[in-house]
């Protein structure tokens, strides 16, 4: 039998199989913790920050963090809260989304959290950068206003030798998730769904089908995100 | 682009992925591009796809898709650059070249580039030509070198009649780089008889008695971070792991920092030799050394002393006539990426990829280069190693102070009399640091670089060492004559926004908003609250993954602390609210599309 260990966060004590993430240790103990980049069953990669954590007065991504016997975590506090919240309007404020013009509104984990984090307008200067649509690829488009970088797609979709068909291109402000020329051109119909699938935000989209499910029928029309969660 | 050159590169890099950069620098440095075509090639050949090989060209600054010109110059742009007198220097560049930074002439011949800190802050203006250094730049000596290269001269006879001094004279370096070495202390003392610790002490001692020693002398990572020794090397003996390795990182990219450099020219083999007591203590067989890549110039000779050291069987086989201990260095070079001075990224880029820092845990120690046990460690440590060994770790706690042990090589540039390289022991004040460079007159100092903290003369009396001012040896003296704010503090944040690798959203996304604070402020714009802002959004810096995210904000956060007064001199009084927007300029761009006039 695995190794069960002893935690709190928030004060509430909590239970674990030794070694799992953070993350996954506070969703078995009923505990929201918000996250975005992360995306279950593909190798976590702190990227967002936003489930970040404090132990031992440190900031920590619970994603990355394997829980720890005794480790006293902070989660629910004003503090974080309103570092997760400072996060999602830098990710507003440094691409360009406007939800009422997105198919995705409603079914966006971004804008989701948002809500959830009641986000009425970001505390930062909105950026307005330049970015464009890349519509060169037979099955999907990648519109880089609406990137968040989260690296999920990067992460997940790789082709039959392990080659990327997402990328990172540039670094610092001006990076962009960019697609493979030769492999997204080839891109099998499974492999295009679960690229559409995995996007948390309307970056990936499935060529010549728009709006695929009607408003009201869409992931968080009707209840906020992190709603399955008891705490 | 000549095909030739790409499957050269490949084929002598075995076709291997992990040695993905060594094949795009050479591509880089033969072609001074890398075409769509050598893309493809290198994509097809490497099984990879294309996207992942223009991942890695696009991260690193040196390497470049389009062309950068038969002539690629890079002038610095640090604050100690311009200090001393870039503008000028770049004006004539600009002039004599004819064309703008950051573009290269019609024919292709000549490119002018920006560049961050190149190590040469003792000697600038600095310049790297495909990938030489020229040192102490004036608009004749501009005049000079454009001359020579309208001549077809090549880059390296462009400048021998004037070599600097030590080991920059030897015939594999040939290089005009002073190395103003101003005070020696054991690390960098020259009566040293590089291999008697291999021959003498090595072979009598187990691994785990050096980790001993080293663990009783009690020195910390000269990189910065200060990570005891000892403790990183037991960790990475008692991890499980077929293979081990030693990383030594020669990624000094912090502005300011130079000290590396100047071990890495007069006292290579300290540091090999250190490498190899690393690789004996936790079983290593074998150690890189990752080389930053405005240092490339060191690269041939360093090389040279690689060979003439394992002719001395102080490197490969059954080193020192210690039977089954093989162990060999061979030399990474990087492409221009600050971030790679941090240990996983540094793994990362070993690997030929994006220099992105890893999460951790795992530690390097379990999990590193090649997902093997490995230990990174700074140039200035493994050197301090081998005099450890040699004197007695009891003999090494003796110096400095009794939590900041031994010596520090310092890099001391900016407003001083005497710029250079000056080993000190822990725990000197920072007035005494300025009476020994001949500083005075002293509005500030960066301590640590742009990454530490801007002090003032009210904190002049606090010490060098762990527990109040640590440093990884960047020392940036500033007169009164300085305007810190839009000369120091701009330029650092720049920088830090430049080098970004921009997974962590903080990072990417904050900086840029902080410089907008800062810009606001200088403009004459800002309004109390927008400090208020500042240290607010700051805090934030300290939910990214790595050392650069953390510290990224350090410039502006560190001088509104200790200058407030700077910042409020130039805020609006008794307004609450300015938004800083500037309708004329906002239309600017529009008017002069549709050649009309701003009438408000």
Known sequence: ?231 | MENDTVYSAISKYNQDKTRLMDILIEIQDNENYISDDAVRIISEKLELSIVDVEQTISFYHFLSKKSLGKYTIYLNNSVISNMNGRQIVAETFENEVGCKFGKVTEDGTIGLFDTACIGMSDQEPAALINGNVFIHLTPFRVKEIVRDIRAGKDVKNMHTSYLGGGQNKSEYLKSVVRNNIMRMGPVLSDDYNPGTIIKKKLVQLAPEQVIEEIKTSNIRGRGGAGFPTGFKWEFCRKAKGDKKYILCNADEGEPGTFKDRVILTERPKLLFEGMVIAGYSIGATEGILYLRYEYKYLKNYLENILEETRGKNLLGKDIGGIKGFNFDIRIQLGAGAYVCGEESALIESVEGKRGEPRDRPPFPVEKGYNDCPTVVNNVETLCSVVKIMLNGGEWYSSLGTHESTGTKVLSISGDCRYPGIYEVEWGLTISDILDMVGATGVQAIQVGGPSGSLIGPEEFERKLCYSDLVTGGSFIIFNYNRDLLKNVVLNFTDFFIEESCGSCVPCRAMTPLLKQKLEKILSGNGVANDLEDILKWGKLMKTNRCGLGHTAANPILTSLKNFRYLYEEKLERGKEYETGFNLEQAVSESCEATTRVPNF
Do not use: W
Not at chain 1, 93 to 122: I, K, T, W
Not at chain 1, 145 to 161: A, G, L, Q, V
Not at chain 1, 180 to 195: F, R
């Open chain 1, 1 to 231: 039998m695995a190794d069960i260990i002893n935690f709190t966060i928030d004060g509430k004590e909590c239970m674990a199989e030794k070694g799992i993430f953070i993350l996954q240790a506070a969703k078995e103990n009923d505990i929201y913790i918000p996250s975005l980049c992360n995306y279950e069953g593909v190798k976590p990669q702190g990227s967002c920050r936003i489930c970040s954590i404090k132990t031992n007065g440190q900031f920590v991504t619970a994603c990355t963090t394997p829980v720890a016997d005794g480790m006293e975590i902070e989660n629910n506090t004003d503090e974080i809260n309103d570092m997760r919240k400072s996060i999602i309007e830098l990710l507003f404020v440094e691409g360009n989304h406007f939800c009422p013009a997105c198919e995705m509104s409603g079914d966006c984990e971004l804008q989701a959290l948002a809500y959830r984090f009641q986000m009425m307008v970001p505390r930062f200067i909105y950026q307005f950068p330049l970015r464009e649509i890349d519509a060169r690829h037979p099955k999907i488009l990648k519109d880089q206003n609406r990137c968040i970088r989260c690296k999920r797609c990067i992460r997940t979709i790789k082709d039959e030798k392990g080659r990327s068909v997402f990328a990172f291109y540039g670094r610092g402000k001006n990076i962009e998730v960019n697609v493979d020329p030769v492999l997204g051109s080839k891109l099998t119909d499974k492999l295009a769904a679960k690229a559409i699938e995995v996007c948390p935000v309307g970056s990936i989209l499935p060529r010549e089908k728009g709006f695929r499910t009607p408003i009201g029928q869409r992931k968080f029309d009707h209840e906020p995100i992190g709603s399955e969660y008891k705490h």
